[in-house]
């Protein structure tokens, strides 16, 4: 059973940086291609970026291109997401994902972890 466990989150202000860290057991990441999500109060889960299996190529949704910044080591099976520049829109639960899956135009994953909440405010 694959299982992800985020830490890194908590307290930032406005113009800082916080990184977040995954690690995922019970299987290999190489594997699989692995990203991050966040949920906002009252806002839908989105997808903020992703990683392939390799590791190589990323993608970030244009709300947090050019701030954020993704890596993996498969060897750690490990997942990081470093966060630069934070806004107080980027408040939110965030999720490291396994198995992306994209239906159209919702991308959803096999597997979740339990949520870390990062909180920027002055």
């Known amino acids: 059973q694959v299982q992800l466990v985020e830490s890194g989150g908590g307290l930032v202000q406005p113009g800082g940086d916080l990184g977040l860290f995954c690690t995922l057991s019970g299987g290999m990441s190489s594997n699989f291609v692995m990203g991050w999500f966040r949920q906002a109060p009252g806002k839908e889960r989105e997808l903020v970026g992703s990683i392939d299996r390799k590791g190589g190529s990323t993608y970030f949704s244009d709300s947090v291109k050019g701030r954020f910044t993704m890596s993996k080591d498969n060897a750690r099976n490990t997942l990081w997401l470093q966060m630069s520049n934070l806004k107080p829109e980027d408040t939110a639960v965030y999720y490291c994902?396994?198995?992306?899956?994209?239906?159209?135009?919702?991308?959803?994953?096999?597997?979740w972890g339990q949520g870390t909440q990062v909180t920027v405010s002055s």
């Open positions: 994902a396994a198995g992306l899956k994209a239906y159209g135009a919702t991308v959803s994953a096999d597997y």
